[in-house]
């Protein structure tokens, strides 16, 4: 099971999610998994159990079922992987590599639903790109065609060449619809030639209405794919049905493609999506953060915007790092929640420990929002953690007494007298001395730690 979800989903998410997994076996016709938190349950249960109920289907499963139990403390003994960040996806990754044609009546098989154009975060990077895909869409095989799409990898080829398919599946549901990575093309096309099956192999590619085929670079060299990619091409191009290409450089760079291919991706409309710039990387991680139903703050996704910038796979797969860390390690989100578990992957980013920090952690602590911390409640509840994230800041920031006032709401005087209550009762009340060390460790992130074991 997990061989294929790894080929579906991107090996930092796989590393993070999937692979401390434990098999608890079959209950009720049920495969059960264990899970380290009910976060990771509730996260299980949105983003991943389609794809594990795929794979057992994959291995014969009549009617599977997955569901998720969050396991007892102890057996919960990983934290995090603290492997390198993992290569790139290759080229066969991806949800689309080795999927058989769609079914009849099912167009859109071999497209990732999460790749629609509603998801995809338009900024100066792709605009072009974007427009291009979306005219296609709406008029296939009379707008741009061939539609030609380059960019470096992991910026969005993809997610738009199905962003299309959606479209066109959403309004013409007969259309028939390929997506196809050149490797998975040529492995087929060597299948068929060994298999003698030449003739249902173009049948196939021929008879769609989109052909979307990525990473078309991988042509280079290959004589008889491109003789047989060549044959295809203008098959679908007499009949003027839509072809869509994607590739990590321009067709003219292309080494070892023959010219009359060549000419024929210059036909249509060459356009390319380059880096994302700040803003859209914050807009791409919002989003993210939104459909997964999480609340991060601005401040932390712009951290994490700045640790990544080129590869947007690589951006998610930090936020996702993030996300899991906080969660697993039970402690809010902050900058320096974010530098830590980013850390062992991207270059080390020192952050220093703003009052907000401290504020959102004893919030956290003592089951507050931060606002009513920081509020004008008088309740004993509320005063007390108050105090304490006064002290705190004061001993974890170098602000001064009337900063922290003004953070507060409060004047100078005010946060002294809490500060110097809060150094008064630690000295005799254990039980206090306990909860702002606590608050004290987790707030710095040290591994000793209650929240860190
Ligand atoms: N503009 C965007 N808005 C939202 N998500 C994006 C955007 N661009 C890329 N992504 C996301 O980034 C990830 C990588 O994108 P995609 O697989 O389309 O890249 P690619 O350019 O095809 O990469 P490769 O060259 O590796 O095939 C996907 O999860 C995709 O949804």
């Given at each position: 099971?997990?061989?294929?979800?790894?080929?579906?989903?991107?090996?930092?998410?796989?590393?993070?999610?999937?692979?401390?997994?434990?098999?608890?076996?079959?209950?009720?016709?049920?495969?059960?998994?264990?899970?380290?938190?009910?976060?990771?349950?509730?996260?299980?249960?949105?983003?991943?159990?389609?794809?594990?109920?795929?794979?057992?289907?994959?291995?014969?499963?009549?009617?599977?079922?997955?569901?998720?139990?969050?396991?007892?403390?102890?057996?919960?003994?990983?934290?995090?992987?603290?492997?390198?960040?993992?290569?790139?996806?290759?080229?066969?990754?991806?949800?689309?590599?080795?999927?058989?044609?769609?079914?009849?009546?099912?167009?859109?098989?071999?497209?990732?639903?999460?790749?629609?154009?509603?998801?995809?975060?338009?900024?100066?990077?792709?605009?072009?790109?974007?427009?291009?895909?979306?005219?296609?869409?709406?008029?296939?095989?009379?707008?741009?065609?061939?539609?030609?799409?380059?960019?470096?990898?992991?910026?969005?080829?993809?997610?738009?060449?199905?962003?299309?398919?959606?479209?066109?599946?959403?309004?013409?549901?007969?259309?028939?619809?390929?997506?196809?990575?050149?490797?998975?093309?040529?492995?087929?096309?060597?299948?068929?030639?060994?298999?003698?099956?030449?003739?249902?192999?173009?049948?196939?590619?021929?008879?769609?209405?989109?052909?979307l085929v990525d990473d078309i670079q991988f042509l280079a060299g290959k004589e008889r794919t491109q003789?047989?990619?060549?044959?295809?091409?203008?098959?679908?191009?007499?009949?003027?049905?839509?072809?869509?290409?994607?590739?990590?450089?321009?067709?003219?760079?292309?080494?070892?493609?023959?010219?009359?291919?060549?000419?024929?991706?210059?036909?249509?409309?060459?356009?390319?999506?380059?880096?994302?710039?700040?803003?859209?990387?914050?807009?791409?991680?919002?989003?993210?953060?939104?459909?997964?139903?999480?609340?991060?703050?601005?401040?932390?996704?712009?951290?994490?915007?700045?640790?990544?910038?080129?590869?947007?796979?690589?951006?998610?797969?930090?936020?996702?790092?993030?996300?899991?860390?906080?969660?697993?390690?039970?402690?809010?989100?902050?900058?320096?929640?974010?530098?830590?578990?980013?850390?062992?992957?991207?270059?080390?980013?020192?952050?220093?420990?703003?009052?907000?920090?401290?504020?959102?952690?004893?919030?956290?602590?003592?089951?507050?929002?931060?606002?009513?911390?920081?509020?004008?409640?008088?309740?004993?509840?509320?005063?007390?953690?108050?105090?304490?994230?006064?002290?705190?800041?004061?001993?974890?920031?170098?602000?001064?007494?009337?900063?922290?006032?003004?953070?507060?709401?409060?004047?100078?005087?005010?946060?002294?007298?809490?500060?110097?209550?809060?150094?008064?009762?630690?000295?005799?009340?254990?039980?206090?001395?306990?909860?702002?060390?606590?608050?004290?460790?987790?707030?710095?992130?040290?591994?000793?730690?209650?929240?860190?074991?």
């Amino acid at each position: 099971m997990l061989a294929y979800v790894r080929k579906n989903i991107s090996e930092v998410e796989y590393k993070t999610w999937l692979e401390p997994v434990k098999n608890l076996g079959v209950q009720e016709g049920s495969l059960v998994l264990g899970v380290r938190n009910s976060f990771a349950q509730e996260w299980f249960r949105k983003h991943y159990q389609e794809l594990l109920e795929d794979a057992l289907r994959s291995l014969g499963a009549q009617n599977p079922q997955v569901s998720f139990q969050v396991l007892p403390a102890s057996q919960d003994a990983l934290l995090l992987p603290s492997d390198p960040p993992p290569a790139p996806a290759s080229p066969a990754g991806g949800r689309s590599a080795g999927t058989p044609p769609p079914a009849a009546g099912d167009n859109r098989k071999s497209l990732n639903p999460k790749y629609t154009f509603e998801n995809f975060v338009v900024g100066p990077n792709n605009n072009l790109a974007h427009a291009a895909a979306l005219a296609v869409a709406e008029s296939p095989g009379r707008a741009y065609n061939p539609l030609f799409i380059y960019g470096d990898v992991g910026l969005g080829k993809t997610h738009l060449m199905h962003a299309v398919g959606h479209y066109i599946a959403e309004r013409f549901p007969d259309k028939r619809i390929e997506y196809v990575s050149t490797e998975t093309f040529t492995n087929e096309l060597i299948n068929a030639i060994r298999e003698d099956k030449t003739t249902q192999f173009r049948n196939r590619y021929r008879s769609v209405d989109l052909l979307l085929v990525d990473d078309i670079q991988f042509l280079a060299g290959k004589e008889r794919t491109q003789e047989e990619f060549f044959h295809t091409f203008n098959a679908l191009y007499e009949s003027h049905k839509q072809i869509i290409l994607s590739s990590d450089r321009p067709p003219k760079d292309i080494q070892t493609l023959e010219g009359r291919l060549r000419s024929r991706f210059e036909w249509g409309l060459i356009t390319d999506i380059q880096s994302p710039e700040f803003e859209t990387r914050v807009a791409i991680l919002k989003m993210n953060a939104e459909q997964g139903g999480i609340n991060i703050p601005q401040d932390v996704l712009e951290l994490v915007a700045r640790q990544v910038t080129s590869n947007i796979r690589e951006l998610e797969g930090a936020l996702m790092r993030v996300v899991a860390f906080s969660s697993l390690n039970n402690v809010p989100f902050s900058r320096m929640v974010a530098a830590k578990a980013l850390s062992n992957v991207f270059a080390p980013q020192e952050v220093k420990v703003e009052m907000i920090d401290v504020l959102r952690q004893v919030a956290a602590h003592y089951g507050l929002t931060p606002d009513v911390v920081r509020g004008s409640g008088r309740a004993r509840e509320v005063v007390l953690p108050r105090q304490i994230a006064q002290y705190l800041i004061r001993d974890l920031t170098d602000h001064s007494l009337p900063e922290i006032g003004q953070f507060f709401g409060r004047d100078h005087s005010t946060v002294m007298h809490a500060i110097n209550k809060v150094g008064d009762q630690i000295v005799k009340d254990a039980e206090l001395r306990e909860a702002v060390g606590t608050l004290r460790r987790a707030i710095q992130l040290e591994p000793d730690s209650d929240h860190l074991t």
